[in-house]
């Protein structure tokens, strides 16, 4: 019912790419640039400012985007109304989610999903990303929710909320009176990481590679394999360790822990809903688009 061509548009102004468009929307990148210049026809105005293989959003972009996401609002609202109006949801939703979406993110919404689909029993397992994947994969669950940056052509990512891993400490640390190292002395900090096949190890690897530090190089202490160790170890160790910001929301209020600034190093990340290509099962999509309607973000 909404229109396809502002839905072209969005996906383009997001991506800032035609090619990675068209893989988005399984239509042709020929098919892209023509729903572009209607738009453009339509509103007799440039959207796209082009500099050789990259595009940017002229003025008139900005604002049709920033017109169309309200749209986009509304109609996933309306759809997701008048579906409830006609299907009595029912049946098993199998998540799988990385251990601090699982922990910390995840349960209040399922809470509130439960309560308007009272016909749903959602199960929920705890893995790492590597674990989930694999998982979805071979249909041990319906849905998964992760971290990371590697991205698997089996699956469709569709964005959740954003995050950030922050290095923490105990109160009390030799390093909590300063709040901020640099670079070289962080490779002196004994380190809690998270276990191999871990989202969370993943994204640290990467922001570390962008400045030519291996994880290699890094004092680590220990791996430990959940959230909850970690931050048991850290009250009772001069040892540190790079944390969700949601998983820790308690202990900074209560002044047991403190929040270390790295120089140049910034570890923000996008946790993601997957599914497989071509899986049109009808609780997962429900449970996404739920969660997008009511902007759960935590």
């Not at 090619?19 to 729903?35: C, D, G, R």
């Not at 949801?89 to 509130?112: F, K, N």
């Not at 890094?218 to 910001?245: C, H, P, R």
Request: neutral net charge.
């Amino acid at each position: 019912m909404f229109d396809f061509r502002l839905k072209v548009f969005y996906t383009v102004a997001k991506r800032l790419n035609f090619t990675k468009a068209a893989a988005e929307l399984y239509i042709s990148q020929p098919a892209v640039t023509k729903h572009i210049h209607e738009i453009e026809k339509h509103f007799n105005i440039k959207l796209f400012e082009r500099n050789g293989t990259k595009i940017s959003l002229t003025a008139g972009g900005t604002s049709l985007l920033k017109h169309t996401e309200k749209l986009l609002t509304v109609y996933r609202e309306l759809e997701f109304e008048m579906n409830g109006l006609t299907h009595q949801h029912g049946g098993t939703l199998r998540i799988g989610a990385s251990t601090t979406i699982a922990q910390y993110i995840v349960p209040p919404m399922l809470a509130v999903f439960h309560k308007k689909f009272a016909g749903i029993k959602p199960e929920l397992s705890i893995n790492n990303t590597e674990q989930i994947e694999w998982a979805l994969q071979h249909d041990q669950i319906d849905l998964g929710i992760i971290e990371g940056y590697s991205k698997n052509t089996l699956f469709k990512y569709t964005p959740f909320v954003k995050d950030e891993l922050v290095l923490v400490v105990r109160a009390g640390h030799p390093l909590a009176k300063s709040q901020q190292i640099n670079i070289d002395e962080l490779l002196q900090v004994p380190l809690l990481l998270r276990e191999p096949g871990s989202g969370t190890l993943e994204i640290i690897a990467q922001a570390l590679k962008a400045l030519g530090i291996k994880l290699s190089q890094l004092t680590v202490e220990m791996q430990l394999g959940s959230t909850e160790a970690m931050k048991l170890y850290l009250q009772n160790s001069d040892a540190a360790a790079f944390l969700s910001i949601h998983s820790i929301f308690n202990e900074l209020q209560q002044n047991r822990f403190v929040v270390i600034d790295i120089d140049h190093l910034e570890l923000e990340r996008s946790l993601y809903f997957i599914q497989k290509h071509g899986d049109e099962s009808m609780l997962p999509g429900l449970f996404i688009d739920f969660c997008t309607m009511n902007n759960l973000k935590l």
